[in-house]
């Protein structure tokens, strides 16, 4: 079991990526603290977990909101004696959000109340709790978007994703000393719930698999792996990396 005795605290993970992960992870022998902003959905993941055997609680909440941060770390570190593993997964991507040229204010601020200062909330409480635990791992949830330009645009979603690599780095190195390791994987499009509103467009979808090297869309679980790689031991020496896992988009000029 690759992550054996390790309690690893996962947000967004009432669907997508999140719930596999955290599914994944407890089969690893891990003990999951499950965030969500849909309380039924993470409970539902709970469920799931304690369906085979594993280990999980859940502790519902919005990752802009600081207080919820600060009891939802409170509370799965009071459960299981520590947190080793912070994956900071959950992120937003409204319909709305389109060209800076035509967005409102209110998009900005939700798609970084939520993808960016979530991100710094979780580090601002987990960080210290995983120091606690005598050191540990984070891992940001950025995206393919944040280091290409594309001509259909999600500024306020790509600034975001940025700004996640942006705040690994700065992390990486504050905490490195501490024993905690902080890393960003950027994923390119994945076939959860998120990607699938857009693909009811049989153009649009199909004017993306054309750019895939590899020719097939992502599979939450090629996200997954990646995470739990660098949720164990194994990756024992990586700090401050932003991991692409995109098929080759990000390599791709013809
Ligand atoms: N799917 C993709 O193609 C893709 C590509 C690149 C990056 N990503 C990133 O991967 C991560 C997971 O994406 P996904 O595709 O699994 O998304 P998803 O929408 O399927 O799942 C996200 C989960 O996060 C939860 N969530 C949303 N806002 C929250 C909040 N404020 N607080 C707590 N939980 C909240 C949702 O309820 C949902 O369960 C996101 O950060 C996303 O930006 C996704």
Do not use: H
């Not at 207080?67 to 997964?89: Q, S």
């Amino acid at each position: 079991m690759r992550l054996k005795d390790k309690v690893v605290f996962i947000t967004g993970a009432g669907g997508g990526m999140g719930r596999e992960a955290a599914i994944r992870f407890a089969a690893e022998g891990a003990k999951i603290i499950a965030n969500d902003i849909r309380g039924d959905a993470v409970e539902e993941t709970v469920e799931v977990i304690k369906g085979k055997g594993g280990e999980a609680i859940a502790v519902p909440g919005d990752v802009a909101r600081e207080a919820d941060v600060k009891k939802a770390i409170e509370i799965g570190e009071g459960t299981f004696g520590k947190i080793d593993v912070l994956y900071n997964n959950a992120g937003i991507m409204p319909d709305e959000d389109a060209s800076v040229l035509d967005m409102d204010e209110a998009i900005w601020d939700r798609v970084f109340a939520v993808n960016v200062k979530g991100v710094a909330f979780c580090c601002k409480y987990g960080i210290p709790a995983l120091i606690r635990a005598g050191g540990g791992s984070v891992i940001n949830v950025a995206s393919f978007v944040a280091l290409m330009g594309c001509t259909v645009p999600q500024d306020a979603y790509t600034a975001s994703k940025g700004a996640v690599i942006a705040l690994t780095r700065s992390l990486a190195v504050q905490f490195g000393r501490k024993g905690v390791r902080v890393n960003a994987i950027s994923p390119g499009p994945i076939l959860t719930p998120l990607l699938e509103k857009l693909f009811t467009d049989p153009e649009k979808r199909a004017l993306r698999l054309n750019r895939i090297p590899l020719g097939r869309f992502g599979k939450p679980m090629d996200v997954v792996n990646v995470a739990l790689f660098l949720a164990s031991d194994e990756s024992g020496w990586i700090n401050g990396a932003n991991i692409v896992v995109d098929g080759g988009i990000t390599v791709y000029y013809f």
